[in-house]
């Protein structure tokens, strides 16, 4: 069993930066990868980023302004965000995989392990 935190949610403006942290525990920290998510208003759960063993992926409307690091000695995820745009509104997800699972890291059913979400809210 994996329990996910997340935090560092919040309001901030259009051009602002934000830094959301995901705490993991429950297994040894290196041994799955994570993700993050997230779900606007009245849409889908969509992928915003995730870092595996082989490397650190990226949803194309966030690519060049967030950043997905982690910390193995802090058993913690990260995410950046930079030059923070009114459509990045949403309640952001972290969760965890096993690094194998069979479907792409993009995809949340891959997940077994998710958070309860922190809400970041971009004002124009």
């Known amino acids: 069993q994996v329990q996910v935190v997340e935090s560092g949610g919040g309001l901030v403006q259009t051009g602002d930066s934000l830094r959301l942290s995901c705490a993991a525990s429950g297994r040894t920290f290196s041994s799955y990868a994570l993700g993050w998510f997230r779900q606007g208003p009245g849409k889908a759960r969509e992928f915003v980023a995730a870092?595996?063993?082989?490397?650190?992926y990226y949803a194309d409307s966030v690519k060049g302004r967030f950043t997905i690091s982690r910390d193995n000695t802090k058993n913690t995820v990260y995410l950046q965000m930079n030059s923070l745009k009114p459509e990045d509104t949403a309640t952001y997800y972290c969760?965890?995989?096993?690094?194998?699972?069979?479907?792409?890291?993009?995809?949340?059913?891959?997940?077994?392990?998710w958070g309860q979400g922190t809400q970041v809210t971009v004002s124009s």
């Open positions: 969760a965890a995989r096993d690094h194998v699972t069979g479907r792409p890291h993009s995809d949340p059913l891959g997940y077994g392990y």
């Open positions: 870092i595996t063993l082989w490397g650190t």
